[in-house]
């Protein structure tokens, strides 16, 4: 059977997991190892597409929680889908919906059929369960869909995240079943935390569903690098070579450097626009805090180097200005910044690989970063 | 003495007082009649300048008082004038700072020498004179400078009309004296109200002092197309045929098409913009309210004919919900559509004055429009 959403080898590491890969969509191919800026709303916030386009993202994520509380699958399915509603042609994935309930919605209830929960906008009851996932994606329309996991809060007990690994791969199967899309892929999500025996078994029944790729779930924004090292230490190796892997919710540089050493291909994280609204920039020296006073008369640009919107037309000293005076300008011109940043983080680190240099390319930008 | 901007008239109406010019700045030629987006604090809300630029806008507006009192004059100086800070090089206006010291400042008091007044942001006394209002626009570099000017408060009396008619004579004096910046141009401002005599005054005295172009101000944003009208007829027809003429603040349609038939060529105006960030998009047939329920499913442009980013790309239905979850890009993809929709106007006003045909364009257009 063809696959909607197809992986390529193109390198490999021999100084550790890491791999450039090509991944072909029904809306364009791209190189991994990439990133992904999050749409949440089917808007990378303040992006036009063709900004989002300028800084190198070519395929984005958006959140099937969000869109289908507000405008509803079905206005956007009338629109004629996720691509032509928001004016992406590029590839799109949605998640299934599950993190944010278990986050953001109110009173949620986990039951093995599926959770209940309450809308964050409007109080309203309303139920997710795998097929509901699968349809409320299939509307959506995106090139690739997840299955419905169940991501325990943290911390976690073993026998909580044990008994979240059961269910994970059930609904993984009732997703398997319920998707019918030919012009999309359905991704399976491993749970299973820090434990490296729960870790396999998700993994192993997932395997025997074939996925057309596998995520990394359970590690996410906040978590320390440590903790997003360990579930990868003991997650990644065990996922299939000619498949795409996806670490969810993951996008500190570090953590990107380090979850592509073990060989992950895919990410995705608010943190570079959430970090830009916020008058923080990403550089290879670390944080630069746009509000600070320091910056008044800077007529430096954010990074030097940098091929940005942002930096190649202004100053720090006018992002500040923008930021103080809270104008839209500032939030968009420092997330420009940031997913550049990003995206040009990963063409380094594909470069490095082919060349055979990831290891001490990684050494260099660790020690640059800081911890 | 060769003048920094030079206007050349290339076309009049004959069954009006319209009129097609070219204006030369240091910074780039516009054809007349133009509409200059307002940049109150050194940016369009939310446009970068390659999306502001690609709405048809030459010419821009930024505020001497906001921009005075953050991030001050003299920090737009240090990164090298207004035009290197923003990152727009093409042709600037800035108002004196009078009007919003008016309207915007607290405990605002008016002596001869100048006005006292409170900083909106941190309750500071500061004082603006001619001479305070000359030296912040040199230091912030545009092409064209205003005179500061008495804009009294309305409804005022015959007897104040006329007391700010003398003062702001004596503060064009005091600015053309001040004013040396030899690649910046300086405008006066025509005040009166509805009195005839009193704007003929006005004009008399400010043709004493040869000023590089003439506005007409105490007409401006919320008054009434009558109000607007009256103005202009007691005024337009006494300003020199060979200089620009600019009627501030003002930027409905209707009152653009109304100002041009008595010879208006430069207009500013937040209204596009604000009425994009408050979902309203401008269009022939009326206004279009975004966020009515009627546009859920609307799979249509904001308006059919219009090439701008927002109607070639995007659906009301999705501009309806971004307005909805409250993205950024509502605001910015609608303001995109209105000032397009000005500079598209502004443009048909040109062709139809070349072509002898504005008279009737005048009357499809109000007649589309309505009141």
Same mark, same amino acid.
């Given at each position: 059977?063809?696959?909607?959403?197809?992986?390529?080898?193109?390198?490999?590491?021999?100084?550790?997991?890491?791999?450039?890969?090509?991944?072909?969509?029904?809306?364009?191919?791209?190189?991994?190892?990439?990133?992904?800026?999050?749409?949440?709303?089917?808007?990378?916030?303040?992006?036009?597409?063709?900004?989002?386009?300028?800084?190198?993202?070519?395929?984005?994520?958006?959140?099937?929680?969000?869109?289908?509380?507000?405008?509803?699958?079905?206005?956007?399915?009338?629109?004629?889908?996720?691509?032509?509603?928001?004016?992406?042609?590029?590839?799109?994935?949605?998640?299934?919906?599950?993190?944010?309930?278990?986050?953001?919605?109110?009173?949620?209830?986990?039951?093995?059929?599926?959770?209940?929960?309450?809308?964050?906008?409007?109080?309203?009851?309303?139920?997710?369960?795998?097929?509901?996932?699968?349809?409320?994606?299939?509307?959506?329309?995106?090139?690739?869909?997840?299955?419905?996991?169940?991501?325990?809060?943290?911390?976690?007990?073993?026998?909580?995240?044990?008994?979240?690994?059961?269910?994970?791969?059930?609904?993984?199967?009732?997703?398997?079943?319920?998707?019918?899309?030919?012009?999309?892929?359905?991704?399976?999500?491993?749970?299973?935390?820090?434990?490296?025996? *729960?870790?396999? =078994?998700? /993994?192993?029944? +997932? #395997?025997?569903? $074939?996925?057309?790729? &596998?995520?990394? @779930?359970?590690?996410?924004?906040?978590?320390?690098?440590?903790?997003?090292? *360990?579930?990868? =230490?003991? /997650?990644?190796? +065990? #996922?299939?070579? $000619?498949?795409?892997? &996806?670490?969810? @919710?993951?996008?500190?540089?570090?953590?990107?450097?380090?979850?592509?050493?073990?060989?992950?291909?895919?990410?995705?994280?608010? #943190?570079?626009?959430?970090?830009?609204?916020?008058?923080?920039?990403?550089?290879?020296?670390?944080?630069?805090?746009?509000?600070?006073?320091?910056?008044?008369?800077?007529?430096?640009?954010?990074?030097?180097?940098?091929?940005?919107?942002?930096?190649?037309?202004?100053?720090?000293?006018?992002?500040?200005?923008?930021?103080?005076?809270?104008?839209?300008?500032?939030?968009?011109?420092?997330?420009?910044?940031?997913?550049?940043?990003?995206?040009?983080?990963?063409?380094?680190?594909?470069?490095?690989?082919?060349?055979?240099?990831?290891?001490?390319?990684?050494?260099?930008?660790?020690?640059?970063?800081?911890?």
């Amino acid at each position: 059977m063809s696959r909607p959403v197809r992986f390529e080898l193109l390198a490999r590491d021999t100084g550790s997991g890491a791999r450039v890969g090509r991944l072909a969509t029904p809306h364009g191919t791209l190189e991994t190892p990439a990133f992904m800026p999050v749409g949440t709303q089917a808007t990378v916030k303040g992006l036009t597409p063709d900004l989002l386009r300028a800084t190198g993202s070519r395929m984005i994520l958006a959140n099937t929680y969000h869109l289908a509380l507000r405008p509803g699958e079905e206005v956007v399915a009338a629109l004629g889908g996720l691509h032509t509603f928001m004016g992406w042609d590029g590839p799109i994935l949605t998640d299934s919906g599950g993190f944010q309930v278990f986050s953001l919605a109110a009173r949620s209830k986990i039951r093995d059929s599926g959770v209940t929960f309450r809308s964050h906008l409007d109080g309203s009851l309303l139920e997710l369960t795998p097929e509901r996932a699968v349809a409320i994606q299939s509307a959506l329309g995106a090139d690739v869909a997840m299955c419905l996991d169940h991501c325990p809060a943290l911390p976690a007990t073993r026998d909580e995240v044990a008994d979240a690994v059961r269910r994970t791969i059930a609904w993984a199967e009732r997703c398997k079943a319920a998707h019918e899309r030919p012009d999309q892929s359905l991704f399976g999500i491993v749970q299973g935390g820090a434990h490296a025996d *729960l870790r396999a =078994e998700c /993994t192993e029944a +997932l #395997l025997g569903l $074939d996925f057309d790729g &596998y995520a990394v @779930g359970g590690v996410s924004v906040g978590e320390s690098r440590e903790q997003v090292r *360990l579930a990868l =230490e003991v /997650t990644t190796h +065990l #996922l299939p070579e $000619d498949r795409p892997r &996806y670490l969810m @919710g993951v996008g500190r540089p570090q953590d990107i450097i380090d979850a592509v050493a073990t060989g992950i291909d895919l990410f995705d994280c608010v #943190l570079p626009t959430r970090n830009g609204r916020n008058a923080t920039c990403l550089t290879d020296q670390g944080p630069v805090k746009l509000r600070n006073a320091a910056h008044r008369y800077d007529s430096r640009p954010v990074e030097e180097d940098c091929n940005c919107l942002a930096c190649r037309k202004f100053s720090r000293a006018y992002l500040r200005h923008l930021f103080l005076a809270k104008e839209m300008l500032g939030p968009i011109l420092a997330s420009i910044h940031n997913l550049t940043y990003l995206q040009r983080l990963t063409l380094r680190i594909r470069e490095a690989i082919i060349a055979g240099r990831f290891v001490p390319f990684r050494t260099e930008v660790l020690e640059a970063l800081g911890p």
